[in-house]
């Protein structure tokens, strides 16, 4: 089965530093993962995904993530903090062509993300 | 702009009531998503379409209906059947292209019911 897994609920970072958000996922065939970001009271926005094309991926606002699939991970990165990035994010597997629920994407449960000044 | 639409932004109904959400979508996509949003929790599916006229339950399906008459338009019933629908519900949609798989959100319908 396929499923995806964010590591932390909450993480908290200072204006500035390294972002790290965790995502491990869980698929028998070759997967297409993607990150997504949603500010309060909004839908959900892409930020970037992989498609196999290359390893690491560079999306908007400055974030990147790199597919690794010894570790089954997709984690994601910014290498200095903004408080406008501020926000809930979410990892997502799928979909999983051939399959009969083929347009189906699994969404992480989230992690929300705060800047202290 | 293409994009999706939905409407109203907040809704309030009593309880007992039968509520209709509406989502449009200008993007060419044919697959189309609703989504349950609570606080503090991921995303659920409720109901899926992959193409006009056919769709298929989610997760969460109970209490909940669709249709697919127009490839535009996806509207979600919540029934009075749904035990808690006070929620957040999101609308996607996506294309089925290879490598174009994302999936496309509209701004949200916050439904509140008393």
């Known amino acids: 089965a396929q499923s995806v897994t964010q590591l932390g609920s909450h993480v908290s970072v200072s204006e500035g530093a390294l972002v790290l958000l965790r995502c491990n996922y869980s698929?028998?065939?070759?997967?297409?993962l993607f990150w997504y970001v949603q500010y309060p009271n909004q839908g959900l926005q892409l930020l970037l995904k992989?498609?196999?094309?290359?390893?690491l991926v560079k999306g908007i606002n400055g974030f990147e993530a790199e597919f690794k699939k010894s570790e089954t991970s997709f984690h994601l990165t910014k290498p200095s903090a903004h408080m406008s990035d501020a926000a809930e994010y979410f990892c997502a597997v799928g979909p999983f062509p051939g399959y009969s629920s083929a347009s189906k994407i699994i969404f992480g449960s989230g992690t929300r993300l705060s800047i202290r000044p | 702009d293409g994009g999706i639409t939905q409407s109203p932004k907040y809704l309030f109904r009593k309880e007992g009531q039968n509520v209709t959400l509406s989502c449009e979508q200008n993007?060419?996509?044919?697959?189309m998503y609703w989504y349950r949003q609570d606080p503090g929790q991921g995303l659920r599916l409720i109901y899926y379409?992959?193409?006009?006229?056919?769709?298929q339950k989610g997760d969460i399906a109970e209490g909940y209906s669709v249709s697919r008459e127009k490839k535009e338009s996806f509207p979600l019933t919540v029934t009075s059947a749904q035990k808690n629908p006070t929620a957040f519900y999101l609308c996607?949609?996506?294309?089925?292209?290879?490598?174009?798989?994302?999936?496309?959100f509209g701004p949200g319908t916050r439904l509140t019911v008393t």
């Open positions: 379409s992959q193409i006009v006229n056919d769709f």
């Open positions: 996607a949609s996506s294309s089925q292209r290879e490598l174009d798989y994302e999936q496309y």
């Open positions: 992989y498609t196999s094309a290359a390893t």
């Open positions: 698929s028998s065939v070759p997967p297409y």
């Open positions: 993007l060419n996509h044919d697959a």
